[in-house]
């Protein structure tokens, strides 16, 4: 096991609370600030924390610079015999190119299921017919809700569920940071909550909406976002300002 199967564990484990509630947003916002620390720390990563505008590919997703061999994150899996009605890991799933070809990850779930990292994209067709949840119309509508609570429900079943249901693989699961197009997706996702949070004071410090997934509390700025083993557990409003001392950045 290394660092980089620590944080598809740790989402999967403990970040799953935080789906379809309040803290979804401020949760994945130190859990990308997390990958970034480590990325510089133990990596030697110099550059900044990078999002993909997939606003810019709606109408053609499976064309986008982000999947390119050379200078992205690599394609598709290999295109023949895929079960067409279930989405897998593994076996003829293997990303075939770029930088991460024939990588092998380990949790599945949770349990430690060792497999290639996966991906499984819809057809082009099918791929291109889901673009209009991440366009940027429905963007500019997601940003126009005035409630938190109700913009982050937009987002989330919106751009935040169509994005893994075409790439597929391990994306389409709760292991889903195997697949480094999750961080630039999510971190996309924390864009558009920070840009949100520009369009009026008030929006700064909203925050509603469920405390947890299924849960009937109602959300606090002061309840704690647990991070398992990669940090400490920390309050919401301490999330809620990109421009803090400890995430110290801007769009």
Known sequence: ??????????????????????????WHRYFVHLYERTLREDCGYKGVMTYWDWTLDWEHPTAAPVWDPVHGFGGDSSPHSRPSEEVIVGQDRCVIDGPFAG?????????DNPHCLSRGFLDKTNFDSIGYRFSPDAVEQ??????????????????????????????????????????????????????????????????????????????????????????????????????????????
Not at 1 to 26: I, R
Not at 103 to 111: K, R
């Open 103 to 111: 990588l092998q990850v380990h949790w599945f779930g949770e349990h």
């Open 1 to 26: 096991m290394t660092l980089y199967d620590d944080f598809p564990h740790v989402h999967d484990t403990t970040g799953a609370f935080s789906h379809d509630a309040a803290p979804f947003l401020p």
């Open 142 to 251: 997601i940003l126009g809700r005035k409630d938190y609570h109700d913009f982050q429900q937009d987002l989330e079943d919106g751009p935040h569920l169509a994005i893994p249901h075409g790439v597929g693989g391990d994306f389409f699961f709760t292991v889903a940071p195997y697949d480094p197009v999750f961080i630039l997706h999510h971190t996309q996702l924390d864009r558009l909550w920070w840009r949100w949070q520009q369009i009026r004071p008030s929006n700064g410090m909203a925050y509603s909406g469920p405390a947890s997934h299924g849960s009937e509390d109602a959300a606090s700025l002061d309840d704690m976002l647990p991070m398992s083993n990669l940090a400490e557990s920390i309050k919401v409003r301490e999330l809620m300002s990109t421009e803090s001392d400890m995430l110290c950045y801007r769009y």
